[in-house]
């Protein structure tokens, strides 16, 4: 085909991306009849140029890699005339791709994304590897709903095989030169050391932007010319309620702890996020990622429904849940469209660790009123009940009862509360948040019409 390189062995079909460095193919591989990609040295850069180790560099550290979640390494050659890497091939679309589709992303589908991205760092780093350049363009979503991180081309290797936190230094050239900084951590914007957290920084920052269709240190203020590099140094993230209130209250949890801007207040490894963004899918939808991601790849036009039935791996009771939702979630698992389903299942124990709503008009009830200062979510039994402040007690069965206040800058607090019919307590706390810390950014709680009519 006419424009493609010609490389023995392999058959080109079509030119997929481009680079500073590299350009990659799709092509056949001969005579296996496999579908690959080609990550090719340019032309113009001699293979034993120092830019071409860069390319050789990510063949080694992929060489030691092998996860579901990463893209594979098939093989690397190296010759006096060029160098090229076989990729394994992923029949999908890039996020940034689907970002172009649909703006937002249901919180189902964000959070069975993110739960794989970070299972396949997760192994990369007990290798001793940070990705460092974690973004959208670099996250592959399959047509059968699978998720692989792409692209090791600015990754660092450890000091020490064994010890996945023990990690070269980068230099400052390096982060000048290479990577993105909207995604970076303010570790790796400054030329430190990084590590794992630096890489989940990065992941909150994809999440956070799927959630709500912007990253959180941008203000959306056209008079402010800083570079992204400085914001994320020097100003707080913007809270994902405050841009995406239907978004449960667990996932926003998960997603800030994931940007703040000190590594020990992140999750401190990739596993502990991933679980954690694991729970969170089998209590809200219980069905298993890859579906879902079938079911929002259909619903942002990118493959017909008919593809996505084909395609999609099958599952237990699979089909009798596409027919049960078809009309509500399913077809609307991407976009705006979902605010009423997302509204109600996070009112109604879709993030909470209990199986049944609170009891709200008990037979023999007690009453407990909640001030927090400055603000606290107040989940009740395990069940997520308001967000402070507001007026009416809240009316519970007598007996005793485990309250506990939450806020996203300060340490939970976890209370037990006795009541006896009739009898009225007030639980008066101060959440510690640290000075210096917004303390005002209290969620935005939906408001049903019924309220607003009150």
């Not at 990253?215 to 405050?242: C, K, M, N, S, Y």
């Not at 039935?309 to 979902?338: H, N």
Request: aromatic residues 4%; hydrophobic residues 45%; glycine residues 8%.
């Amino acid at each position: 085909m006419a424009g493609l390189p010609t490389i023995e062995g392999f058959r080109m079909l079509d030119e997929l991306g481009s680079g500073s460095l590299s350009t990659v193919y799709r092509a056949i591989e001969e005579p296996l009849g496999r579908t690959v990609a080609l990550k090719v040295l340019k032309n113009t850069i001699a293979p034993d140029s120092p830019f071409a180790s860069q390319l050789e560099r990510e063949a080694r550290l992929l060489g030691t890699l092998s996860h579901p979640n990463i893209g594979l390494l098939y093989s690397f050659s190296k010759t006096p005339a060029g160098m090229h890497l076989v990729l394994e091939y992923v029949d999908g679309f890039s996020l940034a791709t689907v970002l172009k589709k649909r703006p937002t992303l249901a919180p189902d589908v964000v959070a069975a994304i993110g739960a794989a991205v970070a299972r396949g760092l997760a192994h990369a780093h007990l290798r001793g590897v940070v990705h460092r350049d974690v973004k959208p363009a670099n996250i592959l979503v399959g047509r059968r709903g699978e998720v692989k991180v792409f692209d090791f081309g600015i990754a660092q290797r450890s000091r020490a095989p064994d010890d996945a936190l023990s990690l070269a230094p980068a230099r400052v050239e390096d982060v000048a030169a290479f990577g993105t900084p909207a995604y970076m951590a303010p570790e790796q914007i400054l030329g430190e050391n990084v590590d794992a957290r630096s890489d989940l920084f990065s992941l909150g920052v994809v999440l956070y932007q799927l959630l709500c269709g912007a990253r959180p240190f941008e203000r959306g203020d056209e008079g402010d010319q800083r570079p992204a590099a400085h914001r994320i140094r020097r100003d707080p993230p913007i809270p994902l309620h405050r841009r995406a209130p239907d978004v449960p209250a667990a996932l926003e949890r998960i997603v800030m702890r994931a940007i703040q801007k000190l590594p020990p207040d992140r999750f401190q490894t990739a596993d502990a996020m991933a679980e954690a963004l694991e729970e969170l899918v089998r209590s809200r939808s219980g069905l298993r990622g890859d579906v879902l991601l079938v079911q929002a790849l259909e619903a942002a036009g990118l493959v017909t429904p008919t593809e996505g039935r084909d395609m999609a791996p099958a599952g237990r009771a699979r089909e009798s849940v596409r027919s049960a939702i078809v009309g509500l979630a399913v077809l609307g698992a991407i976009g705006v469209g979902t605010g009423a389903i997302l509204q109600t299942s996070s009112q109604h124990g879709g993030d909470t660790a209990g199986t049944k709503p609170l009891d709200l008009v008990p037979a023999s009830a007690g009453y407990l009123r909640v001030l927090a200062t400055p603000w606290a979510e107040v989940w009740v039994d395990g069940q997520r009940v308001d967000v402070t402040p507001f007026a009416r007690p809240i009316p519970l069965p007598e007996g005793t009862h485990f309250v506990t206040l939450v806020h996203p800058n300060a340490p939970s607090q976890k209370h037990t509360v006795s009541l006896a019919a009739g009898e009225v307590r007030t639980l008066d706390v101060v959440m510690a948040v640290p000075q210096g810390m917004p303390d005002d950014a209290a969620p935005i709680a939906p408001v049903s019409e019924k309220e607003k009519s009150r």
